[in-house]
């Protein structure tokens, strides 16, 4: 059987429906990459795939009923971090996934397993940074509002810790980089995509935008951090590595 | 708030900053009453210049101190800026960072006014207004003053996730000589009050459902390091008792930081123990992780820890003679023993062997420090060290090979084997 270019609509239904594909056609020889990735000129047949509910849910029941929660959860994060051929290594770890009676999660002898859990962690630590380095403020309608710009697209996955957080407050939080944000009303939380593209300079406190008392925050913020510090024990290194410098734009107190 | 509040933040916070533990984890508070907050995730919001996680908001509720403790900032005869919050400004400061995901939770200490429970009660008014009428479901951890009464305990203990009372020096004599006010008993009393009450309350969560949660996180201590003469022997023995004693969940080590030109002090200028905090912090989850006899690492024999190496390595090679082991077939608890080898990558070893013999190559893409790691294991491969060195021999590799990592004066705080 020859060789396949599956090209999916980077949307995760619709590779979950290539996979499906790859399986019902019985392809042997495939790359599974988005439509913008994929380089014309390569060999091969292509194959072009439509998102499907139906086949999108058969394989994630039938990973279900394979894996254990952690192990879907990794299969997931590792989609999300949008690095290229990471669809290939899903694939040869689903694959594996499906060839063996007894599970495979800690088989890490194996490359694909053992790259799905690098890239798993390299994602949630994003997630966890996201978690840690957002920083919400307080806007004119009351709601408190983050630009983020991710490495990796981490919302889905940070969206359940910010629900249960801050369950009494309005809040946004945005990507800037994927131009798309959840929003929380008190009942719910939505997808949203501004119609503008927002003022990237998000250490805006003009009060037009922001409550007044929101430069205040900020001003006792800062303070506390420059206070909190011991000279003596000074270490930037360590500091450099807990907080690289391409997060301290998101900062208050760094900037 | 206003420009006073700004004065009094940096004042208090300043005062606060060397207290060293700011853990938030532990307690798992839901937000069950669709109030503001949570705890468990114990993030850590941002780190200070000097590396240290600052997950909840620090301060002292003030700076006034009837006491002389002679290690610290805020004594009675330190002339410096004093300034006391009120309790609604710690409150509007706690939630509207916890509302901007600043932080975690608070963190309140203070001087002792007047005397322990005309303070103790202030700290607890706080905690009372965040739980109860701000519905604030954060993280609290208070720290006890000394000499105060069960009954604020008590109520403390309803409203907190954590209490400590700082033990402040590894032994009474240490105590004794530095803080001359103080007596351990005071100490010790509020401490064993509350293991007492965390245990019947778990026995009553048991039969009665709706029994309130009690200090859900339990309680910690501090030790600092290196203000007088103890050895890192009687640090440690000291550490194991209380965790012993009064199911402690975590002991903090915070080398002295000199303050003062006191005599019985190190003076200004004396470099703080980093290395030597870090060594302590390691033997601690050597004896709460890796199933490690605090005996095995300290004792008459070696009552100090080695600081160019770490505590492991250090009780390998005196322990040559259990060594090497088989990677492929050892427990967990021996692997665990293997330096060069945590907590992560011992787990991944034990899974990763039902499925094949494991080699030099795997083991490097688990994440086991090989160039350490391979003076006490075998695995599955013809290669493997001479087995005839000593243990002089082996040391010096390790240091040669780890570049800078373990010299003294390039401390890494918190990197654990
Ligand atoms: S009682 Fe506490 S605040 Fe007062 S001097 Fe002693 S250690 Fe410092």
Request: charged share 25%; with cysteine; hydrophobic share 35%.
């Amino acid at each position: 059987m020859g060789y396949h270019s599956v090209i999916y609509e980077g949307t995760w239904q619709s590779f979950l429906t290539a996979i499906f594909e790859i399986y019902e056609r019985k392809l042997d020889q495939v790359t599974i990459c988005t439509k913008e990735r994929f380089q014309p000129g390569v060999f091969g047949d292509q194959l072009v795939i439509h998102a499907d509910e139906q086949k999108a849910k058969r394989v994630w029941m039938g990973l279900k009923s394979k894996l254990s929660k952690e192990g879907l959860n990794k299969i997931f994060a590792c989609y999300l971090s949008e690095l290229d051929g990471i669809e290939n290594i899903l694939l040869a770890y689903i694959r594996l996934v499906f060839s063996n009676d007894q599970s495979i999660e800690q088989a890490y002898g194996d490359a694909a397993v053992l790259r799905v859990s690098q890239v798993n962690r390299i994602v949630h630590r994003e997630k966890h940074r996201m978690e840690a380095f957002i920083r919400f403020k307080l806007t004119q309608d009351d709601i408190f509002y983050a630009a983020i710009e991710p490495d990796f697209n981490v919302i889905p996955l940070i969206l359940g810790h910010f629900k249960r957080r801050y369950a009494d407050q309005k809040w946004i939080i945005y990507d800037l980089k994927r131009k798309y944000g959840i929003y929380y009303d008190l009942q719910k939380v939505e997808e949203i995509t501004f119609a503008f593209t927002p003022d990237a300079n998000i250490c805006d406190t003009n009060t037009i935008y922001f409550k007044e008392d929101e430069a205040l925050y900020q001003a006792l913020w800062k303070d506390y951090f420059k206070h909190v510090n011991i000279v003596s024990r000074k270490n930037t290194k360590l500091h450099l590595q807990y907080v690289p410098k391409r997060y301290w734009k998101y900062l208050v107190e760094k900037y | 708030m206003s420009d006073r509040v700004r004065e009094k933040l940096q004042i208090l916070a300043d005062a606060a900053k060397y207290d060293v533990s700011c853990s938030s984890s532990g307690s798992n508070r839901k937000n069950h009453n669709k109030g503001l907050g949570d705890t468990g995730s114990g993030i850590c919001h941002t780190f200070t210049e000097d590396g240290r996680c600052v997950s909840l908001l620090k301060i002292l509720f003030t700076n006034v101190c009837i006491y002389d403790c002679a290690y610290c900032v805020t004594r009675k005869s330190n002339d410096i800026q004093r300034a006391a919050f009120t309790v609604q400004e710690v409150v509007d400061l706690t939630m509207n960072f916890y509302r901007r995901n600043y932080i975690e939770g608070l963190f309140l200490s203070s001087g002792i006014f007047k005397n322990a429970d005309y303070t103790m009660e202030r700290l607890v008014q706080v905690a009372k207004k965040l739980r109860t009428e701000h519905k604030f479901n954060g993280y609290i951890h208070l720290k006890s003053i000394p000499g105060a009464s069960d009954e604020l305990m008590h109520e403390a203990g309803l409203y907190a996730d954590r209490l400590s009372i700082n033990i402040e020096m590894p032994t009474e004599n240490g105590l004794k000589l530095l803080a001359p006010d103080k007596n351990r008993k005071d100490m010790i009393q509020p401490m064993n009050y509350i293991k007492n009450e965390i245990i019947l309350h778990k026995e009553e969560k048991k039969i009665f459902k709706k029994t309130p949660i009690f200090t859900p996180a339990g309680q910690s201590t501090q030790m600092i390091i290196g203000a007088t003469k103890e050895t890192d022997k009687d640090i440690m023995y000291t550490a194991s008792s209380l965790y012993k004693g009064f199911n402690l969940k975590r002991v903090y080590y915070s080398g002295y930081v000199p303050i003062s030109n006191d005599t019985r002090l190190p003076g200004l200028g004396t470099a703080v123990p980093m290395v030597r905090e870090n060594r302590l912090y390691q033997t601690d989850w050597l004896m709460r992780f890796y199933g490690f006899n605090i005996q095995e690492l300290l004792n008459d024999a070696n009552p100090h820890l080695d600081l160019d190496i770490d505590p492991k390595l250090s009780w390998a090679l005196r322990n040559l003679n259990q060594f090497p082991i088989d990677i492929n077939k050892a427990d967990l608890q021996l692997i665990l023993r293997v330096p060069g080898i945590g907590l992560k990558s011992a787990q991944k070893i034990v899974g990763a062997r039902k499925f094949q013999q494991l080699n030099w190559e795997h083991l490097k893409k688990i994440g086991v420090a090989i160039n350490r790691a391979k003076y006490f294991i075998s695995c599955n491969s013809r290669q493997h060290e001479r087995r005839d060195l000593t243990e002089m021999k082996i040391k010096q590799f390790i240091l040669a090979g780890s570049g800078s990592k373990y010299l003294k004066n390039n401390p890494q705080q918190l990197v654990l084997f």
